[in-house]
């Protein structure tokens, strides 16, 4: 009788495991030790070893010449062990064998010492499915067993299993085994059963198994039976159901061609074929993670579950994108298959889906949308005649400075003139004079900064001046500003323009404070300075920076019109 890949070539021993070195090395030490656990409990995925690390250990600890890590394998109990039908090793299937009165039968076989070997063994597969009344029937033999018992627990859901068990046993964990592993397995493999194949089979292969050895050697055999000894990619790929990187290049071109036509194309060939909407866009999430992850790393990585070849192909794709980009796109990847596994209307989702990715490539960053909009305000076009405004935003200076963002807002209207009463701003020359302070010559220092950081382009930084207090004092340059400016002041190069205009090394420290240039009026100055709400709202809707913003974008709404300065 024919007896599949995944049973012909499990291993025997430690040395045969691969994946799991954490565990083959402890189990190692332990056996040499003599330091033998009465419980384990072996969690991990399917197909990463847990049942056949539990025989390899059974064989270890009966073998003839035993315990030894290295068991013989040609006595009565290795052979009997490895073909599963030793009297001293009992596998219980837990799905089926899951009730108290199960576990009460164990408990009863328990108190009987072996028939022929060392110890009395019992593997639990499926252990997490025992009921919590079976488990609390099993929890006083698993604490205290005889000498020669000795209970393995697996499960792939170790969260299920109660703590009072897991914490009367050592736990193991079993990991994905390594993608390059898992091919090296199976390359060996095709070499002793003689079959013809190449590097790109076996990586299609490879990825069908998703990290589990046993899945992955399941999907050899298949593809062993369908093409017999010789292996062809095309063939692999349709009786699998997996898509070419031909598929999702063709994703990634056209949405980075901004081409919802080929999107509709893309969708109308899977159907056409026959595949599964509901595969390709699970694997078209993955073919975006693997971008991301090969844009981040910059060269062929073991986090991408790819050949060589097919890991240069992902770095060429994703220099055409960003981080963020890719980000994007993964979100909504992620989005579109999460939809699908409960839509009745599988097509029409993925239609969607796949158009939202070519809009989102269409996205502007809000920084680059401002950009343009501080860039472009220069060019508006003439403004209509304005009513008279009380005050200038900003002092007189010899170039007109270009309108920043925060313009755009209400907030950047014109407060009323300062009052006598307000605090002054203090000039490079009356900081020279005040206490403590190094003589300096020169115009006004706020002004002066003002304008070279608006010749050097930091319009940001230079209103948030504008609205602060400057005080220069030996070599520090204290700004005192509100606080919704002080991010603002966090530009590197503040520091050289400021040491540039002092005429020697400065360093700037800010401070939270009041907005001194718009303090507010008192008595009947402020009926007569504060504009009405219907001139306030004209002089805003008037602004250039306003009108520019409303022509990029038609919808928008001013619901609201409010001076921030009073």
């Excluded at 040499?32 to 690390?53: C, D, L, M, P, S």
């Excluded at 792939?156 to 079993?174: G, V």
Aim: proline fraction near 6%.
């Amino acid at each position: 009788m024919y007896q599949v890949i995944a049973r012909k070539y499990r291993p025997q021993s430690f040395s045969e495991l691969i994946g799991q070195e954490h565990v083959q090395k402890t189990l190692t030490n332990a056996i040499e030790g003599n330091r033998i656990a009465h419980g384990y409990i072996f969690a991990g995925q399917r197909g990463t070893g847990k049942t056949t690390v539990a025989r390899i250990l059974a064989r270890c600890l009966n073998c003839i010449h035993g315990p030894i890590a290295t068991p013989c394998g040609i006595c009565s109990s290795c052979v009997e062990i490895s073909a599963g039908n030793s009297v001293d090793v009992i596998e219980i299937d837990a799905a089926s064998n899951r009730g108290i009165n199960e576990m009460r039968e164990i408990r009863e076989n328990v108190r009987y010492r072996p028939a022929r070997d060392r110890y009395k063994i019992f593997i639990i597969d499926e252990a997490h499915q025992i009921t919590k009344e079976a488990f609390n029937a099993l929890l006083k033999t698993l604490e205290e067993p005889p000498e020669w018992v000795v209970f393995i627990l697996c499960t792939t859901e170790a969260y299920e299993i109660p703590n009072t068990i897991a914490s009367r046993c050592q736990q193991f964990t079993f990991r994905s085994v390594d993608f390059a592993e898992i091919v090296d397995r199976m390359r060996y493999i095709a070499e002793q059963e003689g079959i013809e194949t190449s590097e790109e089979v076996l990586s299609v292969v490879a990825q069908a198994g998703e990290g589990s050895v046993r899945d992955s050697l399941s999907a050899l055999d298949q593809a062993i039976a369908c093409c017999g000894k010789t292996l062809r990619i095309d063939e692999i790929r349709s009786l699998l159901g997996m898509f070419g990187a031909e598929s999702f290049e063709s994703v990634a071109d056209a949405v980075n061609r901004q081409d919802g036509g080929r999107m509709l194309d893309v969708v109308g060939e899977l159907e056409r074929n026959g595949q599964s909407l509901q595969h390709f866009s699970r694997e078209l999430s993955r073919y975006w993670r693997n971008l991301l992850v090969a844009k981040i790393s910059g060269k062929p990585t073991r986090l991408i579950a790819a050949s060589d070849h097919e890991q240069e192909a992902l770095l060429t794709t994703s220099r055409s994108f960003s981080e963020e980009d890719l980000t994007r796109y993964l979100n909504l990847s992620l989005d579109l298959y999460k939809n699908l596994q409960s839509s009745l209307q599988p097509r029409l989702h993925l239609e969607l889906g796949l158009i939202k990715l070519v809009q989102a490539g269409k996205l502007q960053l809000i920084e680059e949308a401002i950009a343009a909009l501080d860039g472009s305000s220069a060019a508006a076009p003439p403004q209509l005649p304005k009513a008279p405004r009380t005050a200038e935003l900003r002092p007189p200076v010899t170039q007109a400075p270009k309108v920043s963002p925060s313009v755009t807002k209400a907030s950047a209207l014109a407060p009323p003139p300062p009052v006598p009463n307000s605090p002054p701003v203090l000039t490079l020359n009356e900081t020279a004079r005040s206490p403590g302070a190094p003589q300096a010559s020169g115009g006004n220092l706020k002004s002066d900064l003002h304008q070279a950081l608006v010749n050097a382009g930091l319009n940001f930084t230079a209103d948030a001046v504008l609205q602060a207090e400057v005080t220069l004092q030996s070599s520090e340059l204290v700004i005192r500003a509100p606080k919704m400016h002080l991010l603002s002041l966090k530009e590197p190069r503040l520091s050289a323009i400021a040491s540039e205009l002092a005429g020697k090394r400065v360093t700037v420290r800010t401070e939270a404070g009041v907005d001194t240039s718009a303090a507010p009026a008192t008595g009947s100055n402020s009926a007569a300075s504060a504009p009405d709400n219907a001139e306030l709202r004209e002089r805003a809707l008037s602004h250039p920076g306003v009108k520019r913003f409303q022509e990029l974008f038609p919808d928008a709404q001013i619901r609201t019109v409010r001076n921030l300065n009073e």
